[in-house]
């Protein structure tokens, strides 16, 4: 089975500074697609980032980086130059060949001015 | 693209009534999913569909629940009859491929008194 772990139930970041929100996984699987989503308090889930257990270089989209640790089982999640609209819910998940995302449970990031 | 679109936003009922909610997948996406998230379970998959066939309802909590994709384009869950313990934030996503992120809708806010 898999298993997504964030171990940081909330992280503070002042405006304009990087921070790197924790996910480790585990699985058996050789193949498998790792996901950042962000939840802001209006309660939608928006994708920001996706690793393939395949892919070599570190997945970027704009201020998002994935730390891709593959040896570690480790997937963070860097914001880089973090803006007052990044306050949301942070939530890691892993897809295998079943096609079922195990998201963990999240970390909760305050940005302040 | 209008995304994923979830009707209704909020429900309230009541004990025993049954309750209906629906999704309409990206255009050209093949999977369709059902989640439910909880503070108490977080995010959990209900079933997920290709082409339109359920694949796996193993998350479906119990035979209250019933899920059907009549066509490409419209996914029903329905709960019949419901229980307070329904009481949950219900999501529709889509994907165009095996293993690729999911697009989320808004969520359906269910409560059941």
């Known amino acids: 089975a898999q298993k997504i772990t964030q171990t940081q139930p909330g992280m503070f970041v002042q405006e304009k500074e990087a921070v790197t929100l924790d996910c480790t996984y585990d699985?058996?699987?050789?193949?498998?697609?790792l996901f950042w989503y962000k939840q802001p308090s209006s309660g939608e889930m928006i994708f920001l980032i996706y690793?393939?257990?395949?892919?070599?270089q570190n997945a970027t989209e704009g201020r998002y980086s994935l730390n891709f640790q593959k040896a570690r089982k480790s997937a963070n999640l860097v914001i880089s130059a973090s803006q007052l609209g990044d306050s949301a819910m942070y939530f890691c998940?892993?897809?295998?060949?079943?096609?079922?995302?195990?998201f963990g449970t999240g970390t909760r990031l305050l940005v302040s001015p | 693209d209008a995304g994923v679109i979830q009707s209704p936003r909020h429900e309230v009922t009541e004990m025993g009534q049954e309750v209906t909610l629906r999704c309409k997948p990206i255009?050209?996406?093949?999977?369709l999913f059902w989640y439910r998230q909880t503070m108490m379970r977080g995010l959990e998959l209900l079933i997920y569909?290709?082409?339109?066939?359920?694949?796996?309802d193993s998350g479906m909590p119990e035979d209250r629940f019933s899920a059907k994709m009549p066509n490409a384009s419209f996914s029903t869950l329905k709960i019949q009859p419901s229980e307070p313990r329904d009481s949950a934030v219900y999501f529709c996503?889509?994907?165009?491929?095996?293993?690729?992120?999911?697009?989320f809708g808004p969520g359906t806010r269910l409560t059941v008194t």
């Open positions: 996503a889509s994907s165009p491929e095996t293993g690729k992120e999911q697009y």
């Open positions: 699985t058996s699987d050789q193949s498998y697609g």
């Open positions: 690793q393939g257990s395949y892919d070599e």
């Open positions: 998940a892993i897809i295998t060949g079943f096609q079922k995302l195990v």
């Open positions: 255009s050209g996406h093949d999977y």
């Open positions: 569909f290709n082409n339109n066939v359920p694949i796996d």
